[in-house]
């Protein structure tokens, strides 16, 4: 019997072997915890250098859902909301961890997955002209994902754009960077490291779904931004103690370009994917440029294609279609993708 | 120039190397995430053996204070507040984590780390005779460490009273088992596994500080103890998303009896020191016989050790005695021991 | 000079005389606080009367929000939400008081405030469906108001609706009636208050915009639907110390019909103003037939009116046209409203 | 037969008779809501020149715990917690508000309900020297009760010397002012209203337990103290729609001395009594000036007086004597001190 094919998402590997490899060459020596060893330092620097921001506060926690509570819940004060798109993962696979917080989610709709710098404004507009907004809730931040859920990308401008209506509010503007390797390895990106430093007043580097075991690099990229951040972690139970496992996988991403690397083998294997499918007559649900994939199947090619391969089930269509999402990793062989292409 | 000998804390080595070994070989096999994976599966097997709770429900988290978080919000009610000695880690270390969930911490003084079954049957009765009561926070769970932060154990008999106590009033008691391996592995300690899950309502067995890179494993012994604990985890920042990180190590921990021999390796090594420092005529603060060793030193006696080994300042006693805290783990050698025994 | 007449709000003026006659008499009475008063059981005794439900738990809390988020947070677990319409006050006006308690409003689409038994199955069989349900905040409980903020009823037949859905799922439905006099009041209107005490798991009796200074009278028909909701309160900051101020305002409105006196009052003098805007050619902006009146006015119409008469602002349309609220209470006279349709 | 004399509590009337007649006199005016009326705002300046605070912010609330919570909520960031003595009532009787609010409550042992400058000195001094406080919840305010709920007073010299101390570390003073006519009138009191809106930063004058209904009037001396606050008060469910009914009740209490006045009636009336108990060879628990008196009875005089007079239970002592309270307030007669010393 055979194995199903698998590309139901980007994080079912463990790590890339150069990671492992590191982890196994310092795996004895003693060092500080909570990220006061010298490789998280270290991958600090590397990382304060990529972004061309020598001042960068930077921090390193374990997975996304936790680094979006825990700086969201940083940057707003008691009664103020984060402006997100309807489809942004703190608005609906993070089981209400804003929430928790204390804090709401202002949804507003999104295209593909991303919030335009009009819907924002439009939106503080009408807060700041809402002769009862003191009843409401203040918007005090504005979220967004790059790339986003739906694999589609910001480019510079309508960063630019964001980041502009940000800074005339004065509140900060935050980007999820979970797949972040994705976005910066697409030829479609115009976006780079340092734009996102410069533009962004918090963002964070994407590792579990770009080739760590686990690990989201948190980056301010100025001084202060969060004072007693490093509470704030602890307190939101995201502080690791053996801090030196995510630097060391950070220290390894960012050493030679691995980073790239990893989103570039994703990105690479996912345009296969999606030339195959179109040119097999496959209907593509939205025309995403990075790692996500969502093929818009009738009941006969899910049924066809389920059987052979394992995706993510996306949503139903009311015209009895279906969309899936194949995802492809920094793991991703071209075997994997020959196998794929055969069966579609 | 010679390094100083680095006795601080008992997380500051990687894992044990059986754990990366399990790591590499398992590296490029595709799973599903979130402990939805067969090493997950496998790892909760294991440990519902070793507890001889069939029908334990197990979860694999990442640190302490995420589990104590979510394992106390998942117990209370939200006018409920927990049960815990003064010098509990959720009093003290934890940066209000617990409070952040909305709970009280109800502290009660306790002897040597250790909360008595009378304090706790004390607080719950005045709380009972209490006619303002209502207008108080409800005790409604008991929170122990084993061992303590003081590194003193809980005997079967004070374990079965606590038990006893809470049971006739109707609440849970949780047991914190960071340095668990250091309990059961330690001579004097009398309470097993199987005896921690009949007694207790949840606990966690501590992988970060017992020979994993991270992870702690949180056991209900009893079925729907916690209705929806995963989306608990979820909400709280706490779930891994490569959940076979955590599987794998604990798989590996409790395979062979791993993660007894991690236990062992740190009792045997803070024997040693513990009888040179009584036998150079040293004074210990308290008599803990686990992991954490914690002489009362003299200035001299500071000044003097500190230049060659890196303890943990533990608190200044008003007549200019210092506590500091030795502590040996799963990585402690001989050589080490050796080595500090020297300079003594 | 002319004072402008004043239509803002249904709560303009104080209390009901007899109101304030009731608080005189008893005024250097000494009784217990809290609630346990007399006149608060009196008045409790008259509600479950009035409910026909004599196993009723009642609570007098002092404002809209503040219960809304005491009994929210009483009925929900940690990890669940609210699902309300995105018109419904805690939606909107009530800065973020749900979220703050660590709760998230699941906001459906509504019809003129309205929410259908259709759109709240189909959201909550979409969770019950969604593999990734458990990364999602689960529904826990439905929220509407009678009448809702734009002044429109639900008939006994979509409350029946609602309950069985409810029902069905197995979570509790709750009625804010902030102005439930109206709506009881009301012509068109089919839900008795023994109707509502049948098909809601909890619901409030609203006082401050119906005769009392302040106040609002919380019911659980059935007994333990929420245990220690007393301490709830409390933790809340909600429990009014001279419960009696709240217990003899409702033993009074429960006195000799005068709850629906205060409500037929404003539904009287709501029907004479709407009779007349249409009669002289206004457009309403929906057909709401309880205490509120919407008038869509052209930017004319807005200039002159706002000249002579308080109106609340509601909304602008893309057309140029205003949407303003006009409100009546137990304390509009006739020649309030004489004078009103003297300048339309 | 006879009533119990019942001097259980200092809120077992309606309001001053002056203050109801004021709202009844104003009953029928239609007025803005939320505090934005001229009863309010004349309140607001009475209250600024009584303290002689021409920039004060002052808002008013209901009760005094969810006063406390939500000022207590709007000085501290997420991460810090406010140190009060263990027998502050935010430590006990307010069923964990502050920590719904998520923030821990630091507990000192104060003397006599009373915190020491010395004792937060230390304890900031301890938190400031510590190398693990980033792990735990930093002080961030300081909250006393003038009077403490044991009925002492803080002198002027303490007040001055707790204000510099939280000034030296740029940490707010709160002043809890629940009873605060009850300080103001008393002869051994040496802090004036300017004396307070000098020394703190934030203090509220509470009328709930001074001859109000309800209500308690924040304080903020210093423009700008809390941004937002309005906003904070409604996410805390806080906010009071008919506003004026707190604005009226305070412009009254302000009014040719009413507040001062109420508090010399519970403080003549309390001394009576004092001095009774002494005569009559009782023991008293403390010396506490104000209007609250705490006999220390034996098991006979506990039942005999027990018989014909409520007081409040406090506490049981271990050799078998009882403390009791016995409070006074504006509404005390001089026929209920005869008749009460006639059964001492």
Chains 1, 2, 3, 4 share one sequence.
């Not at 980007?10 to 990220?35: F, S, V, W």
């Not at 809402?130 to 967004?144: A, L």
């Not at 390895?185 to 007043?201: F, G, K, Q």
């Not at 009311?318 to 196998?339: H, M, Q």
């Amino acid at each position: 019997m055979q194995t199903k094919l698998n590309f139901a998402s980007d994080y079912m590997e463990g790590a890339h072997p150069q990671i492992l490899q590191r982890l196994l060459e310092t795996n004895l020596e003693k060092t500080a915890g909570y990220g006061f060893d010298k490789y998280s330092e270290a991958a600090r620097e590397k990382i304060r250098k990529a972004c061309e921001a020598p001042e960068a506060e930077i921090f390193f926690l374990v997975g996304g859902t936790q680094t979006n509570a825990a700086v969201i819940d940083a940057l707003l004060r008691s009664y103020q909301g984060v402006i997100a798109a309807g489809t942004g993962h703190i608005s609906t696979h993070e089981s209400g961890a804003v929430e928790h917080s204390g804090h709401k989610v202002l949804t507003l709709p999104g295209e593909n997955g991303k919030l335009s710098a009009e819907a924002v404004y439009a939106c503080l507009d009408t807060y700041a002209r809402d002769e009862n907004r003191d009843h409401t809730v203040m918007p005090g931040m504005v979220y967004i994902s790059q790339p986003t859920e739906y694999g589609t990308l910001y480019s510079l401008a309508e960063l630019e754009a964001l980041s502009s209506v940000c800074r005339k509010a004065g509140i900060p503007l935050y980007l999820d960077g979970a797949r972040l390797a994705s976005a910066l390895a697409c030829p479609e990106n115009d976006a780079s490291l340092p734009d996102l430093a410069r533009l962004c007043d918090a963002f964070y580097i994407g590792g579990t779904k770009c080739g760590a075991l686990f690990g989201e690099a948190v980056v301010f990229p100025r001084k202060n931004t969060v004072p007693h951040f490093f509470t704030i972690v602890k307190q939101h139970g995201a502080l690791l103690a053996k801090g030196r496992i995510a630097g060391i996988q950070f220290d390894t991403l960012f050493t030679d370009g691995l980073y790239l690397k990893c989103g570039q083998n994703a990105i690479d294997k996912a345009a296969r994917i999606r030339k195959a499918l179109r040119d097999k007559g496959y209907e593509l649900a939205l025309d995403a440029p990075t790692n996500q994939i969502f093929p818009l199947l009738t009941a006969a090619q899910l049924a066809a294609l389920s059987e052979r391969v394992e995706m993510s089930f996306w949503e139903n269509r009311p015209d009895g279609k279906t969309v899936v999402r194949i995802a492809t990793s920094w793991a991703t062989t071209d075997e994997d993708v020959d196998r794929l292409i055969e069966v579609l």
